[in-house]
């Protein structure tokens, strides 16, 4: 009995470590990786110099502190894990984190709406108490879908100020009885200017304007990203559509485009083009920019074969978060030509991903998993 004991705690202390302690290389690309299970579904990532922020489903989210090893690759201390989740809001999941770079490093969360209560909430990555720690005011009955940070105007001080544009979604009109300044089953996108201050009772203080109308857009609106000065949106109907970025946040128009056979459900804007990201294993769309940034001079597909989750890019390397195939990634020098680089057999689905140099942070269905990877 004795003996069977020591075999059971062997078995089990292996297992451990095998889920939450770095692990051999996976073939030649994956230089080191590690699994942090978290045992929920986790939607989305978002990492900086010393913090990392995983959406997780059941109305929370996660905050790592980490510190890199000699090789490099990150050690990771779990900081705060905080269930947003309120009844009376019905409020089920976070869906979106956003780390600014400003000097408190505000963290910006999305509670995605799928028919009850949605909302931003806020944190930072320094530790200090907030106020508010969500918005207080309503924006269009609060129905979410996606946000983008703009912090073109940002000055990196105590006294910042950020920008937030919300894709939103509506139904009836009036509904907010601001009148028809949207369309009855329509999306639009709308911003919101937000203050940072240092606080009196608190450490850090948002105040927080009340939401401004943009544009509007087609009922089948997904997913928006800001990259370059420009807002790309993914919609199921009408593929990827571009605006370009004024200073006050309002957007000018530039084009659409789709691709037959799949519907665009990611989308990422650089300054020099815009990568849509397809499903019903119909890869990318790449749109690349004139020099004038306005208009298409060529558009290129790549990773036809894979559902594209979520899109991120560094350093020449474009990586695709794909579901139950993992993490494709693809090298781009900016011409037309896209590259197969590697592709990563992640331990569960893969919903989205991050690039910080030769890191790769994979948000799935298992935890956060991270990849050093050999560029």
Same mark, same amino acid.
């Given at each position: 009995?004795?003996?069977l004991?020591?075999?059971?705690? *062997?078995?089990?202390?292996l297992?451990?470590?095998?889920?939450n302690?770095?692990?051999?290389?996976?073939?030649?690309?994956?230089?080191n990786s590690?699994?942090?299970?978290?045992?929920?579904y986790?939607?989305d990532?978002?990492?900086n110099?010393?913090? @990392?922020?995983?959406?997780?489903?059941d109305?929370?989210?996660?905050k790592?502190s980490?510190s890199?090893d000699?090789?490099?690759?990150?050690?990771?201390?779990?900081?705060?894990?905080?269930?947003n989740?309120? %009844?009376?809001?019905?409020n089920d999941?976070?869906?979106?984190?956003?780390? %600014?770079?400003?000097y408190?490093? !505000?963290?910006?969360m999305l509670?995605?709406?799928?028919?009850?209560?949605?909302?931003?909430?806020f944190?930072?990555?320094?530790?200090l108490?907030?106020?508010?720690?969500?918005?207080?005011?309503?924006c269009?009955?609060?129905?979410y879908l996606?946000i983008a940070?703009?912090e073109s105007?940002?000055?990196?001080?105590q006294?910042?100020s950020?920008r937030?544009?919300?894709l939103m979604?509506?139904?009836?009109?009036n509904?907010?009885?601001?009148?028809d300044?949207?369309l009855?089953?329509?999306?639009?996108?709308?911003k919101r200017? @937000?203050?940072?201050?240092?606080?009196v009772?608190t450490?850090?203080?948002?105040d927080?304007a009340?939401?401004?109308?943009v +544009?509007?857009l087609?009922y %089948?609106s997904?997913?928006?990203h800001l990259?370059?000065?420009?807002l790309?949106?993914?919609?199921?109907?009408?593929?990827?559509t571009?605006?370009?970025?004024q200073?006050?946040?309002?957007?000018?128009s530039?084009?659409? &485009?789709?691709?037959?056979g799949? +519907?665009?459900?990611s989308?990422?804007?650089?300054e020099?083009a815009? !990568?849509? =990201?397809?499903?019903n294993?119909?890869g990318? &769309?790449?749109?690349l920019l004139?020099?004038d940034g306005?208009?298409?001079a060529n558009y290129?597909e790549?990773a036809?074969g894979y559902? !594209?989750?979520?899109?991120?890019?560094?350093?020449?390397?474009i990586a695709?978060?794909?579901?139950?195939? =993992?993490?494709?990634?693809?090298?781009w020098? =900016?011409?037309?030509?896209?590259?197969? &680089?590697?592709?990563?057999? *992640?331990?569960?689905?893969?919903?989205?991903?991050?690039?910080? =140099?030769?890191?790769i942070?994979?948000a799935?269905? %298992?935890?956060?998993? !991270?990849?050093k990877?050999?560029?």
């Open positions: 009995m004795r003996f004991k020591f075999i059971l705690f *062997t078995f089990m202390t297992l451990f470590f095998s889920c302690s770095p692990s051999e290389p996976e073939g030649k690309i994956v230089k590690s699994v942090y299970e978290i045992d929920t986790c939607y990532v978002d990492v110099d010393n913090t @990392i922020v995983v959406a997780a489903s109305g929370g989210y996660y790592f980490y890199l000699s090789n490099g690759f990150p050690l990771i201390e779990e900081v705060s894990s905080e269930d989740h309120l %009844s009376d809001y019905e999941s976070i869906d979106r984190v956003i780390i %600014s770079d400003g408190y490093g !505000i963290i910006y509670d995605k709406y799928t028919g009850g209560y949605s909302d931003v909430w944190d930072n990555a320094e530790g108490s907030m106020d508010p720690i969500f918005f207080n005011n309503n269009y009955q609060s129905k996606d940070l703009d105007n940002s000055n990196g001080t006294f910042d950020h937030i544009y919300s979604k509506h139904t009836a009109l509904e907010n009885s601001n009148d300044e949207f009855a089953y329509s999306c639009s996108i709308v200017e @937000i203050d940072i201050l240092p606080g009772v450490d850090v203080m948002l927080d009340e939401c401004q109308y +544009q509007s087609s %089948s997904t997913e928006m990259g370059g000065g420009k790309a949106v993914a919609s199921e109907s009408d593929g990827v571009l605006f370009n970025t200073s006050n946040g309002d957007l000018d530039l084009f659409s &485009y789709n691709l037959s799949g +519907q665009a459900q989308v990422y804007a650089f020099n815009v !990568i849509g =990201g397809f499903s294993d119909k990318c &769309y790449m749109a004139e020099s306005n208009s298409v290129t790549f036809n559902s !594209i989750n979520g899109i991120d890019f560094s350093d020449n390397i695709l978060a794909t579901g139950n195939d =993992g993490v494709q990634l693809y090298e020098s =900016g011409s037309s030509n896209v590259s197969p &680089y590697a592709s990563i057999s *992640t331990n569960e689905y893969a919903y989205d991903l991050k690039i910080k =140099g030769d890191l942070f994979v799935t269905r %298992s935890g956060l998993e !991270i990849y990877i050999g560029i």
